[in-house]
């Protein structure tokens, strides 16, 4: 191979790998879009929900079981708002079903769609059973009071898209020497953990949100456990909550 080829192909290569990142980011990005959108259309129809539930079969396919409500309690279950089986009572939602079973199935196509992480298996059913627990009107308001519940004082996190958008530390205002409050262990349990990733990868994905609500490190801001910091890491002031 000549010179000229070789570095010809190392461009070519290089371009390809971006194009390559570019598309996946968009893909999640649609995704999201995607679970909002049709969210939105459940949530009009039927403003108590909560999960929908469906059967997937792993091949990118599924069938749509129907929408649930909020659980009452930790031994409870969920109440059932709509049944798309039975096929019995007329309901708003029978009308737009093939839609959101056809949207779920795009939201969920790509193995890295941050949808994935809002699905889980459904206990209080035998067999193929999933949830896809629907996103709240206000991801960022959600994130606040999440993370106020164990940190009364937060006024931003710190998270790492490099990590799916965990939060690796909370600033709680000033202290009386004027630095900054900060805590890099956060104190909530592993499903609040878990719920905060959550929230924050589908808000890191969506550039609406991400560029609305997630800022750029301060330039003099310090990793607590003394890595190197990248364009992945982000700072979210929080917005007020009741």
Partial sequence: MTPAAHDQLAVLG???EDLEAERLRIDKAYCVAVLDHITAKIRAACPEAVYVTFAYYG???LDLHGVLG???SPLGTCAELWDNREGE???PL???ADEIESDLQTAL???TSPVWASVHRNTASDGNSWLLELPPPDRAGRVAELVREHHPEATAVIIDGRR???IIEVLEGVADDGTQVRVPRPKWSP???TALTRLLGQMLALPALSDRHLMPLPGDYLHPYGVSTSDHMRLMPLPPTA
């Fill in 191 to 193: 499903a609040c953990d």
């Fill in 70 to 72: 909020a659980q009452p």
């Fill in 59 to 61: 091949s990118r396919t």
């Fill in 94 to 96: 029978d009308l737009i």
């Fill in 164 to 166: 799916a958008g965990r």
């Fill in 14 to 16: 290089e371009q390809r």
């Fill in 109 to 111: 196509a790509p193995y």
């Fill in 89 to 91: 009572d007329e309901h």
